[in-house]
């Protein structure tokens, strides 16, 4: 039987299972309940053109969540859930934000945070876009001229 501390959302079941709802985050890859909602941090390369941003796609623009990590507790509780790009599918439509609704998940997100906020002025913050989008390989903005004829299959691509 799964049980949950409602008060700190920490799993109880010796299997670490819950209720499907909760991330484990780098804990699923490692076993160590300290890793939980932690994520590895991918390469910043051609990062202009990866959106959506964050390990979920809560995030449709590059501006969005870097202001997202300048001040991640304040960003938490106060997140527009309209800014989520996501496929509808009515079986899971109802729970694409069950646990930013949850009051306690929601703070044990929180607490999990080890990012201290950032005050940056305008002209900084433009900056930092600014050198984030350096960051792209213009070559990877029109891969048209990179696919291939065929694939091993024989298939074309073109269709």
Not at 13 to 40: A, I, M, Q
Not at 50 to 58: D, K, S, V
Not at 95 to 118: C, G, H, K, Q
Not at 145 to 156: A, E, F, N
Request: overall charge negative; aromatic content about 6%.
């Amino acid at each position: 039987m799964q049980r949950r501390n409602p008060a700190d959302c920490t799993i109880t079941n010796p299997n670490g299972y819950s209720d499907g709802l909760d991330d484990f985050g780098r804990e699923r890859v490692t076993g160590k309940p300290e890793d939980r909602l932690r994520f590895r941090t991918l390469t910043l390369r051609n990062v202009a053109l990866t959106a959506p941003y964050g390990h979920a796609g809560a995030y449709d623009t590059l501006e969005a969540v870097v202001k997202h990590h300048l001040d991640p507790v304040n960003s938490l509780h106060d997140y527009d859930q309209q800014q989520a790009v996501l496929p509808s599918r009515a079986d899971l439509d109802a729970l694409d934000f069950t646990v930013m609704n949850e009051t306690a998940r929601r703070s044990a997100i929180a607490d999990a945070n080890e990012l201290a906020p950032v005050t940056l002025s305008d002209r900084q913050f433009s900056d930092l876009i600014e050198f984030l989008h350096a960051l792209t390989d213009r070559r990877a903005i029109d891969l048209r001229t990179d696919m291939p004829d065929s694939v091993p299959s024989g298939l074309s691509l073109a269709e």
